[in-house]
């Protein structure tokens, strides 16, 4: 198995797999056979990310193929002068240029959407914004301020549904305790599928940070 090792003076090894290459990161004095080592104890996880990220979804819609909208595949054209829609496609000036098309043409059903399941939880966030994140589908911090990745516009709208939801309880839980998830089950109750569901569609916090089809 290939990888690439990445010396730090970080204090621990961990494995990342990102567009179909494994990264290891590694303190800087830590031996190439602890590294080793440590790789074939993760080799079975490796290997199903890198059959995840193999699968030919994933390959259309990041060769600029497709494009997902609230779960649904629809062509996608890059290169126009506009950026603008039709039913079954979008035409697009480039890859970068679909961030800004879906914040401004959807990001208000998120915040929408939020505000809406804040009744329903019965806790209201200090305010609610959309971020570019790299890794995670939302944030909440400790003075109520959620930060929501603008790609959920993308997801199938219950796994959207669950985001939102799972961020509005860290108003009343900000860790992940047993405490939380039981709030999350009071309002979604099956979450536990839902969530599992999610973990495919992580590729797509990949996408669309440059103007060029990766």
Same mark, same amino acid.
């Given at each position: 198995?290939?990888?690439?090792? %990445?010396? !730090?003076?970080?204090?621990?090894?961990?494995?990342?797999?990102?567009?179909?290459?494994?990264?290891?990161?590694?303190?800087? #004095?830590? !031996?190439?056979?602890?590294?080793?080592?440590?790789?074939?104890?993760?080799?079975?996880?490796?290997? +199903?990310?890198?059959?995840?990220?193999?699968?030919?979804?994933?390959?259309?819609?990041?060769?600029?193929?497709?494009?997902?909208? &609230?779960? &649904?595949?629809? %062509?996608?054209?890059?290169?126009?002068?506009?950026?603008?829609?039709?039913?079954?496609?979008?035409?697009? +000036?480039?890859?970068?240029?679909?961030?800004?098309?879906?914040?401004?043409?959807?990001?208000?059903?998120?915040?929408?959407?939020? =505000?809406?399941? !804040?009744?329903?939880?019965?806790?209201?966030?200090?305010?609610?914004?959309?971020?570019?994140?790299?890794?995670?589908? #939302?944030?909440?911090?400790?003075?109520?301020?959620?930060?929501?990745?603008?790609?959920?516009?993308?997801?199938?709208?219950?796994?959207?549904? =669950?985001?939102?939801?799972?961020?509005?309880?860290?108003?009343?839980?900000?860790?992940?305790?047993?405490?939380?998830?039981?709030?999350?089950?009071?309002?979604?109750?099956? =979450?536990?599928?839902?969530?599992?569901?999610?973990?495919?569609? &992580?590729?797509?916090?990949?996408?669309?940070? !440059?103007? %060029?089809?990766?």
């Amino acid at each position: 198995m290939e990888y690439s090792i %990445q010396r !730090s003076r970080r204090r621990t090894l961990v494995i990342t797999v990102s567009e179909g290459k494994v990264f290891v990161k590694a303190p800087i #004095g830590i !031996s190439d056979a602890v590294i080793v080592s440590f790789v074939e104890n993760k080799r079975t996880w490796i290997e +199903k990310k890198l059959q995840a990220q193999e699968n030919p979804k994933f390959s259309q819609i990041r060769g600029g193929l497709k494009i997902l909208d &609230a779960g &649904a595949e629809k %062509q996608v054209v890059f290169g126009g002068q506009k950026n603008f829609e039709t039913s079954d496609t979008f035409f697009l +000036k480039d890859f970068r240029a679909v961030r800004k098309y879906f914040e401004k043409t959807r990001g208000w059903i998120l915040t929408e959407m939020l =505000y809406e399941f !804040s009744k329903k939880v019965g806790m209201v966030p200090q305010s609610v914004a959309l971020h570019d994140f790299k890794a995670r589908w #939302g944030s909440c911090d400790v003075g109520g301020n959620i930060k929501l990745n603008w790609r959920l516009t993308m997801l199938p709208p219950q796994l959207r549904d =669950y985001v939102l939801i799972h961020e509005l309880c860290h108003l009343k839980e900000m860790n992940h305790s047993a405490a939380f998830w039981r709030l999350v089950a009071r309002h979604c109750p099956n =979450y536990k599928t839902l969530r599992k569901e999610l973990k495919s569609y &992580a590729f797509l916090t990949l996408l669309y940070r !440059s103007a %060029q089809v990766a």
